[in-house]
């Protein structure tokens, strides 16, 4: 008894979500048409780092746009950094109007 205490305190002080989510999770439920349910498990996940909260959040954003929400779309779309527009294996990144920056 007293081991199963020490491992529910080990538990809840370890910072664990048992409701997080997994990046992957939220993108399959998306491609499946789930957006439901890619809303609730996007809204859950933990980023561990500045690409996967770009990520996490290039997906909200798509789940905003698909559920008519243009205005929450637009303001996710002003949070992306401008590391997450950079084309791979070039040094431009989009401007307005999608176009290179001068």
Not at 1 to 23: N, W
Not at 30 to 55: F, Q, T, Y
Request: some cysteine.
């Amino acid at each position: 008894m007293k081991m199963a205490s020490l491992i529910a305190v080990a538990f809840l002080a370890s910072g664990f979500r048992a409701d997080a989510c997994e990046l992957a999770t939220a993108l399959a439920s998306w491609k499946n048409g789930d957006i439901e349910d890619a809303l609730a498990c996007a809204e859950r996940v933990e980023p561990s780092g500045s690409a996967e909260a770009d990520r996490k959040s290039f997906l909200l954003m798509g789940i905003a746009f698909a559920k008519g929400q243009y205005p929450e779309s637009i303001r996710i779309y002003r949070t992306l950094s401008r590391d997450f527009f950079r084309i791979q294996g070039s040094d431009h990144t989009c401007g307005p109007g999608g176009a290179p920056p001068a």
